[in-house]
């Protein structure tokens, strides 16, 4: 399919150069070189390169694919935002449903959503820039960060690749907190370790295991190391840059709701409120739009925030104790195919909020589905895959 594509942008190119030498032949010194520049300049520019994708037959067919995945897969009752782009080009954008039932407000490409757990790859990044500007190492010990914290062995790069062995905060907090309604903050999720110990999950280094604590502690290395809070780093280092004017950190400890930011409701449109774990961030709490992660996308192409070899970092697979394709990186999960191919992705789900953001690496091809009505059908990608790729892929379950 890459080849088609690359095909027909050379084919374009040759007629372009006849064109040129026939112009020369019958215009003779009457043909301005300028000209020629205008029109080659056009050839090579984005411009060309979107219509050109655009108009292929391919693109054509597999956007026939898609809507009817969107229409008959997704179905009626998706609510939210559907993205697919190849090399930077969209190639099919809808939007559905409502960001507030109860005022009936639409869905549109200005609406942010809940990331949920795809937040945790900006965390990564996050860390991964910290360490590209020297400013700390991803083997160093937590305790270079929070002295007192109790759990030895474990590392930046531990919680990274959630081989850890921490406990998960969403898990033993409650027992400890007396106040069940107060929002807690990344500080005191630390406070709790520190104080009561709860018993790791594994000794550290020895197992993968998906855990919200360890991006948690990430923030909060982010803030201790920036001085800024994580949203600001994130916005000054990423978002503001990149253009990503509607992406932000929501902490609802100390922040109003932002325009067009979505609320989330369960399968039955049943509005969900925050409960305690919601003030705390790095593990989730970014919210955005799908061209805004398109931004994001490409901007881990461009060269421009992350040398090659922190992004080779970021995309090794660290976990080899079974066998098969499914991996973790630093910051995202991973499939990892005989021929070498990769998938670099990370799916999310909190409260009502399910999200889906896939970076099929080898011909730049990007999937974005966000939805602030919880709907696990999004997380079944694999007929897209088909679509996309004309082969059949293994389904990766819902890791969130």
């Known amino acids: 399919m890459k080849n088609s594509y690359l095909l027909l942008v050379v084919v374009a190119l040759l007629a372009a150069l006849v064109s040129y030498e026939s112009c020369q032949h019958t215009a003779g010194a009457g043909y301005n070189e300028h000209s020629y520049n205008r029109a080659k300049a056009y050839y090579d520019s984005l411009a060309f390169h979107r219509e050109a994708l655009l108009s292929s037959k391919t693109t054509k067919e597999i956007k026939a694919g898609l809507n009817e995945f969107y229409t008959h897969a997704l179905g009626r009752n998706f609510n939210g935002a559907m993205l697919v782009a190849r090399q930077g080009v969209v190639i099919f954008e809808k939007y559905q449903g409502f960001s507030d039932f109860s005022n009936q407000v639409p869905i549109d490409r200005q609406t942010t959503f809940q990331l949920a757990s795809t937040s945790k790859p900006f965390t990564a990044m996050a860390i991964l820039y910290l360490q590209q500007e020297g400013l700390l190492n991803i083997n160093d010990p937590i305790q ?55 018993r790791r999950a594994y ?109 080779k970092e970021a995309y090794t697979p660290y976990s080899n104790e079974h066998p098969g394709i499914k991996n973790y990186g630093l910051g995202w999960h991973l499939l990892v195919y005989p021929d070498s191919s990769e998938v670099v992705y990370h799916n999310g789900w909190w409260h009502g909020n399910t999200s889906v953001f896939y970076r099929f690496i080898d011909d730049s091809t990007t999937l974005i589905i966000l939805s602030n009505r919880y709907n696990k059908a999004i997380y079944n990608v694999q007929p897209v895959w088909k679509i996309l790729h004309e082969a059949s892929y293994a389904v990766a379950d819902n890791d969130d």
Request: with cysteine; net charge neutral.
């Open 144 to 198: 270079k960060f929070f002295p007192q914290f109790p759990y030895q062995g474990v590392t930046l790069k531990t919680l990274l690749n959630h081989r850890s062995g921490l406990p998960n905060y969403l898990y033993f907090c409650g027992q400890y907190r007396q106040d069940s309604r107060s929002l807690m903050t990344n500080q005191e999720m630390i406070d709790l370790m520190i104080k009561y110990q709860p």
């Open 203 to 311: 000794p550290p280094d020895t197992h993968y295991n998906y855990c919200n604590t360890n991006y948690a502690l990430l923030g909060s290395v982010v803030e201790k190391v920036s001085g800024m809070s994580l949203g600001k780093f994130l916005r000054k280092t990423f978002f503001d840059p990149l253009g990503m004017k509607h992406t932000y950190v929501y902490n609802p400890n100390r922040d109003k709701p932002h325009d067009h930011q979505s609320l989330t409701y369960d399968y039955r449109t049943r509005p969900i409120a925050n409960d305690c774990f919601d003030g705390v961030v790095g593990d989730k709490n970014v919210y955005s739009t799908a061209e805004d992660l398109l931004k994001w996308d490409q901007a881990l192409y461009d060269g421009k925030l992350f040398t090659d070899a922190t992004l």
